[in-house]
């Protein structure tokens, strides 16, 4: 890619939206681009890298805050890479937490369908259960809490 490259083209080849890429620009993980005398925006190839970097790490579950403390350090290569280390084990706990706790649902749910004998609702074990958190053999993270715990960190 060369300079100036069309915000779709470059959209395109990163597999980033356009309107994301506005976006990244607004709060900063992408430099304003220069722009021709009619007002559009151009990119190059070290843009269309930092895209493609910013959309791998979103892929891979990481928060805003923490790919710009990413791009910071890829954007300075003689320094340790200690900060991006610790940003990714993080990231693998709450991967691991989360697992966890949806081996945990798998379990309830399956044991709450395998339980169900398909009677009448006075007796279905999937109402019981359901009515009554205590009957739970499994604890289950509720998705709140999980999505709490990753904008937390």
């Not at 979103?58 to 923490?66: C, V």
């Not at 949806?102 to 379990?107: N, Q, V």
Request: some cysteine; glycine content about 8%; overall charge positive.
């Amino acid at each position: 890619m060369d300079h100036g490259i069309a915000i779709g083209k470059v959209s395109e080849a990163t597999g980033v939206k356009v309107p994301t890429i506005r976006y990244y620009e607004q709060i900063g993980l992408l430099p304003p681009p220069p722009r021709t005398g009619g007002n559009r925006r151009t990119y190059n190839r070290k843009d269309a890298h930092r895209l493609t970097f910013i959309r791998h790490s979103r892929e891979l579950g990481f928060e805003i805050d923490q790919i710009r403390t990413l791009l910071s350090l890829q954007d300075r290569r003689d320094q340790s890479c200690g900060e991006a280390d610790v940003n990714a084990r993080a990231r693998l706990v709450e991967v691991k937490e989360k697992i966890a706790s949806l081996k945990a649902l798998e379990a309830e749910l399956e044991r709450i369908v395998e339980g169900c004998s398909h009677g009448r609702v006075e007796s279905c074990q999937v109402i019981d259960i359901l009515a009554d958190h205590g009957k739970c053999k499994h604890q289950v993270m509720p998705a709140r809490e999980l999505r709490r715990r990753s904008v937390k960190s």
